[in-house]
């Protein structure tokens, strides 16, 4: 017997409306939410807009407390009068401003910067020593290159609000505010030698000078101590508060710290200015004088540049405090800032190598297959390569090659990265890593400069010392990362 199947009933009329109405409906409904028709101009943001707007600017205010014109305008509005002046003319002003900046080192804490006016400096109560008074067995083995003050080496026509000396760092202040000796308005009248001109008193820590890394440090202070004084764009002089022995970087001083110029990068400070605009001058080789305005820039170690230092970057964009800060540092040197052009021209890649100099025999953090890494740099398709020693070139040519002739800086962990603050945003940073888990101080550089930036990182997990074998770099893998940042600086 066979099985009969049913005949499907068709729907009746009704039905067929029914559904024809129901598909029209769910179709205008996917159409208006998946926002192919445009809504209304008066439609409200939706939620996952709004999350992305509310993040980026959440990010935004990170930046700008942390690193931005907000930072700037909280240290300035932290300033407080320690010394209270007379009414008689030519009485002493002293400010300071002070916080505790949780990106610093604490060994620099309190982080504070000092100005006066009409401040005495007496070097007859000075003499050279081998490390600070305040911050004894620290780096006191490279002989007498600081400057140990004794009572009276600094006068002020007014009387003092310093409670302790624990309001000032260890690294330089503390020695100075111990030295300090009120004088009368009368004694003030009598000195001489009188600076008209504002002068940065700069204390630099001893072997860092030589370094690249540490001497920005040092130049990044003396921008934002112009920068809240707005000083940026006047004459100014430099007063050395040290006796350190002269190094490749010393042109830097003259020429961007006092305002020189490019021209000024060539100086020595072996050669004792008369003082004036664009000079430097040695503490201890003046006469008793007036400073008419007197600025204790920060040393070094009182630094942004060291937060996160094995952290993620808590602001990884190029923020208003460095983008300052490279226009100013560029355009006090008269040079460029828009970088290499790169339309229709060839991605410039520049290879750092590593070699002994001077008297050394040897450099830590060299690379093995040097030869191999930029013969594969060269053959890369749009790529203009170039291998430089830095430490064999002037100071006036690595910056001119950082800032206006490189879109790619390939080179080892080290301070000659530093000079990738001055690369043009949009340009990149590659660096090679000799061992994991080193300081991440150059990723964030790269990122504050807003560069792209990738890393290698060898895990051979062995001490990056001078007395360690030269470091075989993976040509492959790090031509795989060179070709993304190739992508990456083309985009306009």
Known sequence: MQTRHKRPRRPGALGKVIRRWLTLAVCLFLVLYLGTVQLPSSSPTPKYYRRRLDNSSKQAKICDENFGKAWLAKWNNSAKSLCQPGSASGSTQLTCRSMDDQHMTKASGPHVLCDAVNLMVDPKHMMAAPCLKHRPNYLCNFGTTYNRYLPGAFGMACTSAIRSLAEFPRDHLQDIMDSMARISPEIA?????????????????????????????????????????????????????????????????????????????????????????????????????????????????????????????????????????????????????????????????????????????????????????????????????????????????????????????????????????????????????????????????????????????????????????????DVQAVAALLKTLVVAVHKP
Request: hydrophobic share 40%; aromatic share 8%.
């Open 189 to 473: 009248a009598q000195v001489q030698n009188r600076e008209a001109l504002p002068s940065l008193l700069v204390t630099r820590e001893v072997t860092e000078h030589v370094n690249v890394f540490h001497t920005l440090t040092d130049l990044l202070n003396v921008y934002i101590s112009l920068r809240m004084l707005g000083l940026e764009s006047q004459s100014r002089q430099v007063i050395m508060m040290d006796r350190h022995t002269p190094g490749p970087l010393d042109g830097l001083w003259p020429a961007v710290a006092a305002g020189a110029g490019f021209a000024a990068l060539n100086t020595s400070l072996e050669r004792l200015s008369s003082g004036g605009a664009g000079t430097v001058r040695q503490l201890h080789t003046l006469n008793k004088t007036m400073l008419q305005q007197a600025i204790f820039v920060p040393p070094g170690y009182t630094s942004l540049l060291y937060a996160h230092g094995h952290e993620d970057n808590s602001c990884p964009y190029n923020t208003a405090l460095f983008k300052g800060f490279r226009e100013w540092f560029l355009g006090t040197l008269s040079l460029p800032s828009q970088g290499p052009s790169r339309a229709g021209q060839p991605v410039r890649v520049v290879l750092i190598s590593r070699k002994p100099y001077g008297k050394k025999k040897r450099v830590a953090r060299q690379i093995r297959n040097e030869l191999e890494l930029f013969a594969m740099v060269e053959q890369m398709q749009g790529v203009q390569a170039r291998l430089i020693d830095l430490a064999r070139i002037s100071l006036a040519e690595q910056i001119q090659l950082v800032s206006s002739d490189t879109n790619i800086l390939v080179g080892m962990h080290g301070a000659a990265l530093a000079w990738s603050l001055m690369m043009p945003p949009g340009t990149a940073l590659l660096e090679l890593w000799p061992q994991p888990n080193m300081w991440r101080l150059y990723e964030h550089t790269a990122q504050w400069a807003g560069l792209h930036y990738r890393r290698w990182v060898s895990q051979d997990k062995m001490p990056h010392s001078v007395s360690e074998p030269p470091t075989s770099v």
